[in-house]
């Protein structure tokens, strides 16, 4: 195990050894192993987008396979997906990357300002797929963030207890914010302290925009000249609220772009913020197999250093 991993783990000293061997479990796999950075593959725009619009481009998506073959064969960290996706193929593809059991989830079906995900997984559902961690989305800022964050720390409570990792989707959303201020920089800061609270190991948040939401907030970067000019400016400041970047960030890769270079600048940009790695679903799967391994691989070649 190199010294960064151990440093890492460090971190997390009131957690178990079962939640401190999954983490490195993650830590120690894929491409970046040994690193400290993550390349994780999301795969739950299934439930969250419909099945139309998140596979259609790329057919061989519909086929839960196709998603554990394309983690493993690109050198991911790590596979996220809901129950049924990895219910699939948890067999087939046992031992051969870590999982990450995504326990709640929203659809599109009912549009709502204050949106709340459904519970639709469970810690033990985890264990018996063999995962290495759960995961939850939250949206501080919804109406219903009461008992979203509730339930989130009984899952991580539950989860800790049988050794499994929590990761946090934590996506600010609701009537009260703006549609400029859920990736405003104050506001994705404050979403990852939010997460960090609640006893996520690993968070997951938006790119934040040089946007500032909150009139309160804005009196004080301006008044502390927070420095939040370029996007390597902003990320630097997002780990710097989840607790002075001891816990794990990373970010998300968002819709899908047309211009790749655009996404490898933002890589670059994560990077030199000193933040963790990337989250990349709909940038990577909605590919052809061959351009998606090509396409993570030159993410995992700029966090590893081996790619300039």
Known sequence: MTNRIREILSWYSSDNSGVKTNLARILNHGTLKGTGKCLILPVD????????????????????????????????????APLGFLEAGASQFAGMIPLILKLNNHDTLHEEKDPASSVTASVKDALQLGCVAVGYTIYPGSAHYKVMYEQLREIARDAKDHGLAVVVWSYPRGEQISKDGETAIDVVAYAAQIAAQLGAHIIKV???T??????????VYDAQNV????????????????????????????????????????????????GFGSIMGRNSFQRKKEDALKFLRTISGIYAGTIP
């Not at 493993?72 to 596979?79: D, M, R, T, V």
């Not at 040089?210 to 009196?219: G, N, V």
């Open 45 to 80: 725009q299934g439930v969250e987008h419909g099945p139309a619009r998140s596979f259609a481009v790329n057919p061989p998506g519909y086929n839960p396979f196709y998603h554990f073959e394309l983690a493993i064969e690109a050198g991911c960290n790590a596979y996220a």
């Open 206 to 208: 938006k790119l934040p």
């Open 210 to 219: 040089e946007h500032i939401e909150q009139a309160a907030a804005k009196k």
């Open 227 to 274: 420095q939040i000019k370029t996007l390597a400016e902003r990320v630097r400041h997002v780990v710097q609220s989840a607790f002075d970047g001891r816990r794990i960030v990373i970010f998300s890769g968002g819709v899908t772009k047309e211009n790749d270079q655009a996404i490898f600048d933002e890589v670059r940009a994560i990077r030199d913020g000193g």
